[in-house]
């Protein structure tokens, strides 16, 4: 009798170990995805336990959005700060939770600075429906002193990116400018694995994913580009950006948030939603588009920014782009 060959499934640390060895590019950055790994392992317990332990509620304060920050949300976003600090390769946080850009350090060896929403679609929290976090990592280079302006670069200099999603399994997808992996958290070891691999949007886009209930509030060419949408694809919309993304990512598919009459810049951010999710997808073989420009091509302006949003595969990207702007 012979045995099936087996496979030992690849774990994070493992891949984190060897992906890079002799390219500077990313020299210190296996230490910073390893500990947004970390972090994402204490948030999903956090999330898990939402609805038992006592974190459901309001801190009683507004954040810099004008929305009452949920306890989670801050949580969420301490952990990270201190995760980040503490490895050592990070000079500074952007964070949705925080007004201004936290400075960690200049040593020579905090070679990066991140932007995160660090508990994207938090109110779906106690309804038991999938949320995440996102990360954009950008390199700092040389010893340059560092200002507010110097951190608002455009997302097209992101050297990596990752987002988790807390769902009915914790996935964490790490993306540099070489390629897109997935990871799985297992439960039992309590580490994650490397799976899917290499990742790529699928050729066929198989739904769209947008907020219907806004339809009157757009223009003309708008509606008419949701229409189009509608009319050839299956509309699955969780109202959580990074689980209608990851979706779109595994199973081939187009997210919008546009501009509408009373919001012309749409509600999603730029440094932190926009832009790492930008940088995934076109790593992936898609596209992210404002509806005017290229989402990695904005110049940023501040921090807290919003853009409309048209992401995911590049084909009905651009003719969704297109019909938004008056073409066919
Ligand atoms: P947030 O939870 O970080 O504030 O993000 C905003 C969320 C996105 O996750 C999601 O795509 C969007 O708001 C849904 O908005 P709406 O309820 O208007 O459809
Ligand atoms: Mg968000």
Redesign the pocket.
């Known amino acids: 009798m012979t045995l099936a060959a087996t496979t030992r499934p690849r774990s994070l640390s493992s891949y984190l170990t060897s992906a890079w060895i002799g390219d500077d590019r990313y020299d210190g950055l296996d230490a910073v995805f390893s500990e947004i790994a970390e972090g994402a392992k204490y948030i999903q317990v956090k999330v898990r336990s939402a609805t038992l332990a006592d974190v459901i509620g309001t801190t009683g304060e507004i954040n810099v ?1 004008g ?1 009452i920050v949920q306890l989670s949300d801050m949580a969420a976003s301490d952990k990270f700060v201190e995760a980040l600090s503490d490895c050592g390769r990070v000079a500074a946080v952007g964070s ?1 939770e925080i007004e201004d850009t936290v400075f960690i350090g200049d040593g020579a060896k905090q070679n990066f600075f991140e932007q995160m ?1 660090p ?5 779906n929290i106690d309804l038991a429906v999938s949320i995440g976090s996102i990360f954009g990592i950008w390199r700092r280079e040389g010893d340059e002193p560092f200002t507010d302006e110097w951190l608002f670069r455009p997302g097209a200099e992101q050297v990596a990116a990752a987002y988790v999603v807390y769902g009915s399994s914790t996935v964490l997808i790490l993306s540099t400018e070489d390629s897109v992996q997935g990871f799985m958290l297992d439960p039992n070891s309590g580490e994650f694995i490397l799976t899917p691999p290499d990742l790529k949007l699928p050729t066929k886009c198989s739904c769209y994913s947008a ?1 219907e209930g ?1 339809f009157k509030k757009l223009d003309g060419p708008t509606q008419q580009a949701l229409t189009d949408l509608r009319n050839e694809y299956s509309l699955r919309y969780v ?4 689980a ?1 993304f990851h979706r779109n990512l595994l199973k081939g598919g187009i997210f919008l ?1 546009p501009g509408d009459l009373k919001a012309p810049n749409g ?2 951010r730029l440094m932190y ?1 926009a832009n790492p999710l930008g940088f995934i997808v076109e790593q992936a073989g898609g596209a992210a588009s404002s509806g005017t420009r290229r989402i990695l091509d904005i110049q940023p302006e501040e921090l807290h920014q919003r853009t409309p949003l048209i992401i995911g595969n590049k084909d009905v990207v651009e003719k969704t782009v297109s019909t938004m702007s008056g073409g066919e």
């Open positions: 959005q929305e949705e929403d508990l994207d679609g938090s109110s907020n806004n109202g959580s950006l990074v209608d948030y509600k999603l939603e």
